[in-house]
């Protein structure tokens, strides 16, 4: 320790001690500048200030603002700019004490030179006759920190967002600090006191009587002692100016810190030798459950003993409490959003959810998880709660069928759970085969489905109707009295081969539609049963005009009993089952309308599958 050769550490406190006055409380500011100023009053521009409007260009003084060991603080009006001033010097008397006039000059030209938001801005450096040295400034309509700790002492560390502020305070002193350090200027004397919060939100770290340039050119002998005991870093304590530099203004934040946390100074008050010694060993100090544990790491970390175990400048100390906000920010987020994932799963429990409630509930919980996640150290702590709303909701869309929506957010987890997943699949299929089943039965009411494909089949019908009527007639034109029930018998046998030989041709196309069916069981009953009626009316022996009579009946019954869309064949079934007893009155006829009544049934059919125009797809098929 410089100057201290010839005395021991402890005798040169006691001097200092001796000299500053045992009985001084530790965060009072002591000590003064180590080098003098010497320039003069001559030095100065002449600054008139006056008590009242004889000079209609000199400071009006008005009111005294407040008074400490530098000078005095009055407020001021400057008539040239029409604005209220703060106008600081000496206490009356003290003028020509050189060492209290370089002191105010000192701390006005190292101020001047900071132009900073958190700087109180220096407007003037003067001096008047009858006042001596005048610095004006500008006026800070406000108050003093401490006042402001002392009133929110109660709610400071239950009310977080009242916390917030106060950090937020330490945290303009650090950009001002940071500047302050960059023109190499160290404050030497922060704490409360020096603080002033202006009205609409300002911040300003006052009071740089004590900012030491730094390197220091000079180093006095003895050591020189200066600054808040209560808040000293240990090079500070012990008089060491050599050592000094940004870091003890880190450990004069951590020591404010220190008192925004628990109320007191970091070194406490009383007899100064307690005080001084207590921050020469600055050991780490425990604080009460209520204070945030990362915050007494911050303050442990910047009143560390050795200025390398501190932070390496302030700058890095406001980092550390940006991030303790930003991380308590997150972890208020993260408790939010697990709180909106259990509303999310009360509203999916309910006896019957409101869909629009749970998807609201939804949005809300997943835009909470996604802010709360950009906290480094509390991101994985929601993986569950992430989960957690995941597959809530996806069992919810599950519930709804919306299988599209579950699988979308099945898919954003890593291992998917396998009931939900099982249960995913299983609805799938189960929609799939509803989907097909849907498409058969509009397959099967669409008569525009495989229209193609049954005209084919029903002209060919036709056309081979209309060529075996034509054979008949040909070999014979007669009434058919002269018949016989085997010729009869082989000529459907001839019929049901071809229709037979047709059907087999044209397939499964023919069995899409109801209307398709209707057409086929039509065709097949009017091929099949003639065969059998003959077979019948040949072992029975019979007479050709019986057997064609009854055939007439069969054809009636089978258009009007067989389901189908043609409703025209059911008014053509009733005219054939009148047709027996007509031809039983004129039996010529017999023949002519057994003839007939296929062509007729046919026709009916070809106008009903020409009617229906085809679809894009369906006539495809």
Request: glycine share 8%; hydrophobic share 45%.
């Amino acid at each position: 320790m410089a100057g201290t050769d010839a005395l021991s550490a402890p005798e040169w406190l006691a001097r200092t001690v001796a000299r500053l006055g045992a009985d001084a409380r530790g965060s009072e500011t002591v000590g003064r500048p180590p080098e003098v100023d010497a320039s003069g009053p001559t030095a100065l521009r002449a600054l008139a200030v006056a008590d009242d409007e004889a000079d209609a260009t000199a400071l009006r003084r008005r009111d005294r603002l407040g008074a400490g060991g530098m000078g005095i603080v009055e407020l001021a009006f400057d008539p040239v700019l029409r604005r209220e001033v703060a106008l600081k010097r000496l206490v009356e008397g003290d003028d020509a004490d050189p060492i209290a006039r370089d002191g105010l000059l000192r701390e006005a030209r190292i101020t001047g030179q900071l132009e900073h938001p958190n700087i109180i801005p220096i407007h003037e450096l003067g001096h008047d006759p009858a006042l001596g040295p005048v610095v004006v400034m500008k006026r800070v309509q406000g108050r003093a920190w401490a006042d402001v700790l002392r009133e929110d002492r109660d709610a400071l560390l239950a009310d977080p967002a009242v916390l917030e502020r106060h950090l937020r305070v330490l945290i303009s002193l650090c950009h001002a600090l940071a500047y302050a350090h960059s023109r190499g200027v160290v404050h030497r004397d922060i704490k409360p006191d020096n603080v002033m919060l202006g009205t609409f939100g300002e911040t300003y770290l006052v009071d740089w009587g004590l900012g030491l340039e730094v390197p220091v050119a000079h180093v006095p002998d003895p050591p020189h002692l200066a600054g808040s005991p209560a808040y000293m870093a240990p090079e500070m304590a012990t008089g060491a100016l050599d050592a000094i530099d940004g870091r003890t203004d880190v450990y004069l934040l951590g020591a404010t810190l220190h008192q925004v946390l628990t109320g007191a100074p970091r070194h406490g008050s009383g007899n100064v030798m307690a005080v001084l010694l207590r921050a020469m060993a600055s050991e780490p100090i425990v604080h009460g459950p209520d204070v945030p544990p990362e915050l007494t790491a911050i303050c442990d970390r910047a009143c560390a003993a050795a200025p390398d175990a501190r932070y390496p400048d302030v700058l890095a100390f406001r980092d550390a409490l940006e991030s303790y906000l930003a991380e308590r920010e997150a972890r208020r987020l993260a408790a939010e959003a697990r709180e909106l994932v259990e509303r999310l799963e009360e509203a999916i429990g309910a006896e019957t959810p409101d869909g629009g409630e749970v998807l609201r509930r939804f949005h809300e919980a997943r835009f909470a998880l996604e802010r709360a996640g950009r906290g480094r150290r509390v991101a994985s702590g929601l993986i569950d709660a992430r989960r957690r709303c995941t597959e809530a909701m996806a069992g919810f869309e599950l519930d709804r069928g919306n299988l599209d929506g579950a699988a979308d957010l099945l898919e954003t987890l890593d291992a998917p759970p396998p009931a939900l997943t099982d249960r995913l699949r299983a609805l799938r299929r189960a929609s799939e085969e509803e989907r097909d089943r849907a498409e058969r039965l509009a397959r099967d009411v669409d008569p525009a489905f495989a229209a193609r494909p049954r005209r084919v089949a029903v002209s060919a019908g036709m056309a081979l109707v209309l060529a075996l009527t034509s054979v008949a007639l040909a070999t014979n034109p007669g009434p058919g009295y002269d018949l016989s029930p085997t010729r009869l018998l082989t000529i459907s046998v001839i019929a049901m081969v071809l229709a037979g030989t047709l059907l087999a041709t044209l397939g499964r196309a023919l069995w899409t539609t109801a209307l398709d069916r209707q057409l086929l069981l039509y065709v097949t009953g009017m091929v099949c049963v003639p065969p059998v009626v003959r077979l019948v009316g040949v072992l029975s022996d019979v007479g050709p005009l019986v057997i064609l009579r009854f055939e007439l009946v069969v054809y009636g019954v089978l258009a009007i009993a067989l389901p189908g869309p043609i409703r025209s064949l059911r008014w053509i079934g009733v005219a054939l089952l009148a047709a027996p007893i007509a031809t039983t009155l004129l039996p010529v006829v017999t023949r002519y309308v057994h003839m007939a009544s296929p062509v007729v049934l046919m026709f009916a059919m070809l106008v009903e599958a020409w009617r229906i125009h085809p679809g894009d797809e369906g006539s495809e098929r």
